[in-house]
Every structure is written in C-alpha cells, then in structure tokens.
C-alpha cells in the first residue's frame, strides 16, 4: 500500500506527476480561506507533509501521529520547533544550496535599488515628472569600491561576498559565528565584531537564520552605530530587525535606506509606515523566487521527502539522528 503525504505547495505537473507515482498525495490549497481547517482534516494517517511558509506547531503536529517526515521547500527552519520535531521522531528536511545564489541576487537587487534610488525614480518618471534634467535632489549614492558589511557568513552570505568583491569592488567586512579564513582569502574579506562592522560598513546585508540568538539583532542601538549614509539590507528574516527602531531610524534618516525583503509580519500590511518611508525598497520575500530557483527547490523537498518514506537517509536532513 503507498503511503499518504499531505502537499500543501503547488508542484509542477512533473514534480506532481513522479510524487504521485510513489505516494497518494492529498493536496490543501492553503490559499484558500478554510485552508488551514482543511490540512488539519487532512493530517490524520499522513506520513509525510511537503510544503512551506506555515508554522507547524504543537495542535498541528498533534493531529498527525503518523507522520515520519517535513519536507520543507525553504533553506529557512524557524517555523519549526526542531527539538519537538525530533521528540516526536519526525525528520525535517529543508532545501539548502539550490537557492543561495539567486537569494544573493536578491542582496544585490536590494542594494542596488535602494543605494540608486531605482524604485523611487523609475515611479517619478512613471508619474510624468520626468520634464527637466536631473539634480543632485535626484542623485542616488555609489555601490561600487563601497564596503560591504555582511552579518552571517553562511552559502549567501560567501555568495554577496563574491559579489560584492569580483563584481563590484567592494572591500567585503563580514560578522560570523567564527572567523572563516578561507572566505578572508578567497574574498579579501576581514571578520568584524558586529559593532565594528555596523560602524565601518556603507552596505549591512543581513542573510543570518532566525534563531534565540539572532531574533532583535539589530535594534535601535546597533542602528546608531551604522553609519548616516549607510544602507540596511534584509534578506534573513523580519524578526532579525527591530522594526519599529528601523522606521524611526529611517524617518529621522539616521541611515540613508533600508532594502528589505523580508519582515516581522508577512504579507506586509499596507498599512506598515514602512511604506510611507522614499528611503525603503520592500520587496514580498522574493529572494528565491525565481522560476527555475522555485522548481529546483521543489525537486529537492521532493527528493528529501521520497528519500524519507523510503528508509533512507536524505541528503537534506536537518535533524539527523
Ligand atoms: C527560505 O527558503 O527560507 C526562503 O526565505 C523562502 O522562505
């Protein structure tokens, strides 16, 4: 008898097609109002759950006695709680390197578009101003031989690196756990307190996990280390910032910009006075979305999980035991 996996992220019709001849897949468009209702009905007998962006906590996981594997189509794991996922004996799978260098696009789009003012003026010209030449009221500031100031020197963290150094030729300062020597050689690149690079960079990037040590990392006293013509990118995850600190270091132009693709609340509500910032480029958590990045991370969950139901160890298993 095949085993029952609840999907609840639309495959393509060839991922769907090679999941389906291994497992009866119930699928829950979560897009829909009663979707959460209906992945809780779908979730008794379940043995595998293949998906993203929904907090599996407690009563969810409650509800599925049976299941033996998560396979997540994200690098990210903060909507999990690891130590009750391996209590329960349920694996977590996520998709880790498929992403990392569109995700470091993403910083670099960012940066880009915030340092040049791209969004701003590309909506003036749209709105008709464009009838004079334009003034230094107009003018963005420079990226290239800048210093780059990347907090998590994980794969995208190394990815803006190359970026930033082969690319761009920036000096590239980074914050880590550790020192990594191999990045200070193949980057030219120099560890720094957080402190001290906040103070020296012109560009923050921040691509850290969301985790007890990283949730607030940047809040209104380490904004006031930045400097006043530094930017702020965010390709990590909202909690990360303090986000009410950033809009009032952003209002009282306490740094240049922001270039945030990621926030505390998701979708961002209208409403956030974030939006009513001409320093702030917020993009909806694209940084891996891109047709072919999207689909090799779906093939990798598909994978993960497949391996999973199937006895063995998958590649991506983020609670091995
Ligand atoms: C990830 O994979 O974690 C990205 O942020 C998309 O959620």
Redesign the pocket.
């Known amino acids: 008898m095949k085993k029952r996996i609840v999907l609840y992220k639309r495959l393509s019709d060839a991922l769907l097609a090679r999941l389906e001849a291994q497992v009866d897949v119930t699928w829950v468009d979560m897009t829909t109002p009663d979707g959460l209702a209906r992945l809780r009905d779908a979730l008794p007998g379940a043995q595998g759950l293949l998906g993203?962006?929904l907090r599996l906590d407690g009563p969810l996981l409650d509800a599925a006695p049976d299941l033996k594997v998560i396979s997540s189509?994200?690098?990210?794991i903060d909507n999990y709680d690891v130590p009750d996922l391996t209590r329960r004996g349920v694996m977590l799978t996520?998709?880790p390197d498929v992403?990392t260098e569109t995700?470091a696009d993403t910083g670099f789009a960012l940066i880009l578009a915030t340092a040049r003012r791209v969004v701003e003026l590309a909506g003036w010209v749209r709105d008709g101003q464009w009838n004079k030449s334009l003034g230094p009221s107009h003018f963005g500031t420079d990226v290239h031989g800048k210093t780059l100031g990347i907090v998590g020197m994980g794969r995208i963290g190394e990815a803006l690196a190359r970026r930033g150094a082969a690319g761009f030729g920036m000096r590239v300062l980074y914050h880590s756990s550790r020192p990594k020597p191999d990045v200070d050689a193949r980057y030219d690149a120099q560890y720094r307190d957080l402190d001290d690079l906040l103070a020296e960079a012109d560009y923050v990037c921040l691509t850290v996990p969301l985790n007890a040590s990283t949730e607030g990392l940047i809040g209104a006293r380490e904004l006031a280390l930045m400097k006043p013509n530094a930017i702020l990118v965010n390709i990590a995850?909202g909690r990360v910032v303090d986000e009410a600190a950033l809009v009032e270091a952003l209002q009282a132009r306490r740094i240049r910009g922001a270039g945030l693709d990621?926030f505390v609340q998701e979708p961002l509500s209208v409403d956030s006075p974030l939006l009513g910032l001409d320093n702030v480029v917020a993009t909806p958590?694209i940084?891996?979305a891109t047709h072919e990045t999207r689909e090799a991370?779906a093939r990798c969950a598909v994978d993960n999980l497949l391996e999973a139901l199937a006895g063995r160890r998958p590649k991506n298993w983020v609670n091995a035991w």
Do not use: P, W
């Open positions: 993203a962006s189509v994200s690098v990210g996520n998709t992403l995700t995850r990621v958590h940084g891996s991370m």
